[in-house]
């Protein structure tokens, strides 16, 4: 009888513990959500405006060599010019060293709302992904959460900033915990992800940010067990060429810009004039900015095959020259057009390849097969989702080692049952 006494003690102590671990979470995601969400919310309202005024003002590109030196200034007076941004946010998580400044969150949402404003060639969620692991862990410092607590908020922090500007939450939950040790997953931040995201998307909702329906829902799917399926494995290596393409073009430009531009006030103003040159030389805004209307486009009209290179290009003159802003929605814009402009080969429809580029050039880029299976569901709906499959799990594997993030570690290999604990290309 004291043996079951004892037993039953110990349970007992581990669901009160397990108790108010719930408790704990739910009461600082519900700060997280609302906080993060809020921020995320105004971000987003900010990129808007600052995107209609430089299309409805098209000589305001003109002023991106300004909007350059402006963004470098304010990062070396803040003491973050040699901040390293999502890889950043990479360190914070994995290892013990490092801190997240606070002033992290001000600096990233000016600078990318400036970037946009002039006509830089930038996302958003990356931006998203820094000023919410600034905000978790500083946050998280100022309520004393211990040192393992600290990093579980700001993966908290990180969904919630995530969903408010993608609108996709259950994706967003499970990004933060996925993309900085692929392989292994952060656990312990389960419940305050996926609350603090849910949260962040609701408030982002009430205000009118965005709806709750798939912004790209795709009806018109063939059968999955025909030849059709054949077509889709071969757009797949397509995408996942492309996607290995993004991170060479992006990380060779970085290193060409630090090698033979040394001075950060000259590299971020020689980049803006060649943004300028090449809008010029294609005569259209098409890849300024967000390029969201090119994306939308995608699905219903066949996209041209050079558009997917020259966003590869126009962001990476963007991005490594110094300006902020994020690589995902450039990679959803990439993954659309070539995925639309290969309807015309396939013969397929073409707001199912473009919904398969999609996916298959993020997951080629961020080595996260499980966000991209469920970002699939919640941005086309689940009528395609076998074809979606398909080309998430080829893109994986055929991306190979590369990634967007120089932080990014492959914790088991893609083609073994092995621990390699690999740092990405």
């Known amino acids: 009888m004291s ?3 004892d037993e039953y003690e110990k349970y007992n102590s581990k669901v009160q513990d397990l108790v108010g671990t719930l408790l704990k979470w739910g009461f600082l995601s519900i700060i997280i959500g609302i ?39 304010m990062y070396r007076l803040s003491g973050q010019a040699k901040n390293a941004g999502t890889n950043m946010v990479m360190q914070v998580v994995r290892d013990d060293e490092e801190l997240m400044p606070g002033k992290i969150a001000p600096l990233i949402l000016v600078a990318s709302v400036i970037t946009h404003f002039f006509g830089g060639s930038a996302g958003r969620e990356g931006a998203a992904l820094q000023f919410g692991a600034s905000v978790g862990d500083w946050f998280g410092r100022r309520i004393h959460l211990s040192e393992s607590d600290r990093k579980i908020i700001t993966l908290a922090s990180m969904s919630a900033a995530f969903s408010g500007l993608l609108g996709t939450p259950m994706a ?24 603090s995201s849910f949260i962040a998307q609701e408030v982002c909702f009430l205000l009118n940010v965005r709806t709750l329906t798939p912004p790209y829902a795709v009806s018109a799917v063939p059968s999955f067990y025909s030849w059709d399926t054949v077509k889709i494995i071969l757009m797949a290596l397509a995408f996942a060429v492309a996607g290995v393409l993004f991170c060479t073009a992006l990380h060779t430009a970085e290193g060409l810009y630090a090698k033979y531009i040394k001075n950060q006030y000259i590299r971020i103003v020689v980049g803006a004039c060649l943004v300028i040159a090449l809008y010029f030389a294609v005569g259209t805004d098409a890849y300024l900015g967000l390029g969201d209307t090119i994306i939308k486009d995608s699905f219903t009209t066949p996209a041209g095959f050079e558009m997917f290179l020259l966003k590869i290009v126009f962001t990476a003159l963007t991005l490594c020259a110094g300006f902020k802003g994020g690589e995902i929605v450039p990679t959803l814009f990439i993954g659309a057009t070539l995925g639309s402009a290969m309807s015309v080969i396939t013969g397929m429809p073409v707001a199912l390849c473009a919904a398969c580029g999609m996916v298959g050039v993020f997951c080629a880029v961020t080595n996260s097969p499980i966000t991209s299976f469920i970002l ?12 979606y499959c398909i080309v998430i799990a080829i893109c994986y594997l055929m991306s190979g080692y590369t990634s967007l993030y120089k932080e990014q570690r492959i914790a088991y290999s893609k083609t073994e049952n092995k621990y390699i604990n690999k740092k990405l290309k």
């Open 3 to 5: 043996k079951f006494n």
């Open 35 to 73: 906080g993060v969400g809020l921020i995320s919310a105004v971000f987003s309202y900010l990129i808007a405006l600052a995107t209609d005024f430089r299309v409805a003002h098209n000589w305001v590109v003109f002023g991106l060599p300004i909007g350059g030196l402006i963004i470098v200034a």
């Open 172 to 195: 967003a939950a499970l990004f933060p915990m996925e993309v900085i040790s692929v392989g292994i997953f952060y656990y312990a931040a389960l419940v305050p992800c996926v609350f």
């Open 376 to 387: 699939a569901f919640e941005l086309f709906g689940g009528a395609g989702m076998k074809f």
